[in-house]
């Protein structure tokens, strides 16, 4: 089994070549996120789209969420579809792979690029899941440049007391940045969400990588 992946930036035409190196920057990290695997696919496609494969189930679920944790750009949504396969990874050249599922994840991103209030799309995934990550989309996307910021440094491991010295803020500001970036909510959900793929995903590794690029995010 394999996952699929598709990212698209809504109203991409009317943004700057900011985001174009924004997008640059996320599909090099991602590339990174899956270097552990042995095979993977990630591409940058005309029009600000990212197109990923994963040679592991439901994988591309969990690298949805950490990229729209590190998308800083909320004028510009970044809506993701998901879905995962029962094929093996192609043989031939990803952009000419005409799977059905390539169809029916393509569809539902389609689709959820017409909502308001959701900007994740899973194929066949349970309601709960749905819900969930409505939540994930109302958070991410109503979070100010630093709470992202402290959010961030929180899930890198870093202590309040780092972060603090690294933003030159109090403990108590950090503290209230946090609060108000509904971090501990963001986590209950993760925690939900990697319960509902236990016996299918390992997400040690791949949660390791993502660290690494929450400590430099701020750099780019």
Same mark, same amino acid.
């Given at each position: 089994?394999?996952?699929? %992946?598709?990212? !698209? ?15 640059? *920057? ?6 990174? *996120? ?13 029009? !600000? ?12 679920? /969990? ?5 729209? %944790?590190? *998308? ?13 396969? !029962? &094929?093996? /990874? ?5 952009? &000419? ?21 959701? !900007? ?30 402290? %959010? ?34 963001? &986590?209950?959900? %993760?925690? /939900? ?20 690029? /929450? ?6």
């Amino acid at each position: 089994m394999i996952s699929l %992946l598709i990212m !698209d930036v809504s109203g991409s035409t009317k943004a700057t070549q900011d985001l174009s190196k924004e997008i640059k *920057w996320l599909e090099k990290e991602i590339s990174g *996120w899956l270097s552990h695997q042995e095979k993977s696919y990630v591409n940058y496609r005309m029009g !600000d789209e990212l197109f990923i494969i994963s040679s592991k189930p439901h994988y591309t679920l /969990f690298i949805a969420f950490y990229a729209k %944790l590190l *998308w800083r750009e909320n004028s510009f949504p970044l809506k993701c579809s998901f879905h995962t396969i !029962d &094929e093996k /990874f192609p043989e031939t050249d990803p952009e &000419e792979w005409t799977d059905a599922g390539i169809k029916e994840t393509r569809i539902a991103l389609d689709n959820v690029k017409k909502s308001a209030i959701q !900007d994740f799309a899973g194929v066949d995934i349970d309601c709960s899941i749905d819900v969930a990550l409505m939540y994930v989309t109302d958070i991410l996307n109503n979070l100010t440049g630093l709470q992202r910021e402290v %959010l961030l440094m929180k899930m890198s491991n870093m202590t309040q007391k780092e972060i603090a010295s690294s933003l030159n803020k109090s403990h108590s500001t950090i503290s209230a940045h946090f609060q108000k970036s509904r971090g501990r909510q963001l &986590e209950v959900i %993760l925690n /939900f969400l990697e319960s509902c793929y236990k016996d299918e995903v390992n997400l040690t590794e791949l949660q390791n990588k993502v660290i690494q690029s /929450f400590r430099k995010s701020g750099d780019r």
